[in-house]
């Protein structure tokens, strides 16, 4: 079992829509959790993090974190074509200070 | 400086040639962490510094390829007699404590083709 798992998609969102990210992770006790978003040719980079479970919002961006089913989510809302990209889920492991990802999500806003 | 940064940004060699990669960490951060992305693909975790510990080498995919991180700060990714699946971008990142919590950031990374 991968420790960050994602779906590889292509997920495809009509334009204005809520794009839903999900990831789920396999070490129970992590701590930190980060959305990182890479256009095609770019670095990622870190669009948001959580560390308490619940949501967080910010924009048009909401995380959310449900540490007893170990699943974090991304929700974007009115999605622009812009948003189209890869979403990449990353996770903090309790005790550890490197760094986990998850294969991405490539998301793609359809006009 | 302001954010992490790598050279060269980009590097043509051939194969059975030596290169150099070099990342400069945000000053302050402990852990720098260097990734390879093919293209179209997911990130490949290579190699992990954290302070003065041991590094965590369990993704280089071969002996050609070594790490060094001199004084705790900039780094040098080598790639000894090149092959051209090594052609990729290679990426690093630096992390460091926020609100009593790691996070990492990314340089723009050092796009290597080899012929």
């Known amino acids: 079992q991968k420790e960050v798992e994602q779906n590889s998609g292509p997920l495809s969102v009509p334009e204005g829509a809520i794009a839903s990210l999900n990831c789920t992770y396999s070490?129970?006790?992590?701590?930190?959790f980060f959305w990182y978003r890479q256009y095609s040719g770019k670095s990622p980079e870190l669009i948001m993090f959580i560390y308490s479970n619940g949501d967080k919002e910010d924009g048009r961006f909401t995380a959310q974190l449900n540490k007893a089913s170990q699943y974090v989510s991304l929700l974007i809302r009115d999605s622009q074509p812009s948003d189209s990209a890869t979403y990449l889920c990353?996770?903090?492991?309790?005790?550890?200070?490197?760094?986990?990802f998850g294969s991405g999500t490539r998301l793609s806003i359809r006009p | 400086g302001a954010g992490v940064s790598q050279s060269p940004s980009n590097k043509v060699t051939e194969k059975g040639k030596d290169v150099e990669l070099r990342c400069d960490p945000i000053s302050g951060h402990t852990a720098l962490y260097w990734y390879r992305q093919s293209l179209g693909q997911g990130l490949e975790f290579l190699i992990y510094f954290q302070g003065n510990s041991a590094p965590d080498k369990s993704g280089l995919p071969s002996d050609r390829f070594s790490a060094e991180r001199t004084g705790g700060s900039v780094s040098t990714l080598t790639i000894q007699r090149t092959q051209q699946e090594d052609s990729a971008v290679y990426l690093c990142a630096s992390s460091g404590r926020e609100s009593l919590r790691e996070t990492q950031y990314f340089g723009p990374g050092t796009r290597l083709l080899v012929l």
């Open positions: 070490d129970r006790g992590s701590q930190s």
């Open positions: 990353a996770v903090n492991p309790v005790g550890a200070s490197k760094i986990i």
